[in-house]
């Protein structure tokens, strides 16, 4: 069998309902979700289960809900004995493979998002930033556009999906006629995406700075899993190291498809999405077809796992 690697879902992958099976099935589910909501004063399970909708995906809310649900689950997967090689996590996943590597505890890691959620919805006023998709066009392509539409305002590149999908971010003008654009130059789709905010790109100057000291005064450790950073697209075990590229990563592109290369390129055969929806495990299957990638987000998909023989 070859190497294994966990994988975290980031912002988006929330849905009302998410982890309830979970929770309803595992003691340490439970105890994960009562260590979060007591630690923020919030109840994450109603959140999480009853919603509403609105309320879930709030940046402040989802960073902590999505984060709770996938180190609960990693719990559930350690205790049965998962072999794992390496972790990774888009976007805000990447603080879940950091708690699954054991630098950084549960603890610090719940506060942290939820304030980096807050830093990132209050960086641009509401309506001035958006987000595009553009699928059907390769990502040097984009960057060309971005490079173009600059000068009508800051548009960059946000996501390397995969070799298929590159996400574009910025002021909602510049982002808009660069996406237009692509839609006039052969990319199958150009779709602006439904967020609160314009993340991973120079916008998010204010909420690097604010999250700069927080991160600052966490108690890193070395990693006892190798993690693929999204800035570098490299494995790295140095706590230090990760800590600045955690500030990095909130104005810098999240180069997944890379990551996701990188970990093949390493041995790594089966990638795991663990965590809410299968977002990721649909990108992996993109990125590299002859892998196998399943995802984990309840009792069901055990037997799943258990069939890869990754236990």
């Known amino acids: ?74 719990r559930i997967l350690k205790e049965k004995g998962i072999k794992v090689d390496m972790v990774a996590g888009h976007s805000l996943g990447e603080f879940s493979a950091l708690v699954a590597a054991e630098g950084l505890p549960f603890e610090h890691a719940v506060e942290t998002v ?43 590149v946000a996501n390397y999906n995969s070799p298929e999908q590159t996400v574009i971010s910025g002021e909602r003008g510049a982002v808009e006629m660069a996406a237009e654009a692509a839609r006039g130059r052969g990319a199958k789709k150009a779709i602006l995406l439904e967020v609160s905010a314009p993340f991973h790109c120079s916008l998010m100057v204010p909420a690097r700075e ?3 000291p927080v991160l600052e005064s966490l108690p ?18 140095d706590g230090e190291m990760e800590r600045g590229l955690l500030v990095e990563q909130v104005t810098s592109p999240v180069r997944w498809a890379q990551s996701i290369q990188f970990a093949i390129d390493q041995g790594v055969q089966i990638f ?38 990754v236990f």
């Open 1 to 74: 069998m070859g190497k294994v690697a966990l994988i975290f879902p980031g912002q988006g992958s929330q849905r009302v309902g998410m982890g309830r099976e979970a929770y309803e099935a595992y003691s340490t589910v439970r105890d994960v979700f009562n260590e979060a909501s007591d630690i923020l004063g919030l109840d994450l399970a109603t959140i999480c289960f009853k919603g509403p909708q609105e309320m879930l995906t709030l940046t402040e809310n989802a960073q902590p809900a999505i984060l709770t649900l996938s180190v609960a689950l990693f």
């Open 114 to 156: 939820r304030l980096r959620g807050r830093y990132m919805q209050e960086a641009v006023p509401p309506g001035k930033g958006a987000m595009a998709a553009i699928i059907g066009m390769e990502s040097k392509a984009v960057e060309g556009l971005c490079e173009e539409f600059s000068t009508f305002g800051v548009v960059e």
């Open 210 to 212: 604010r999250l700069r």
């Open 220 to 237: 890193f450790s070395p990693l006892g899993i190798p993690l693929i950073s999204n800035v570098t697209a490299q494995a790295i075990t």
């Open 272 to 309: 795991v999405e663990v965590g809410p929806g299968t977002v990721l495990t649909g990108l992996v299957r993109r990125i590299a077809r002859d892998t196998k990638a399943v995802s984990f987000s309840g009792p069901v998909g055990i037997g799943r796992l258990e069939g890869l023989g």
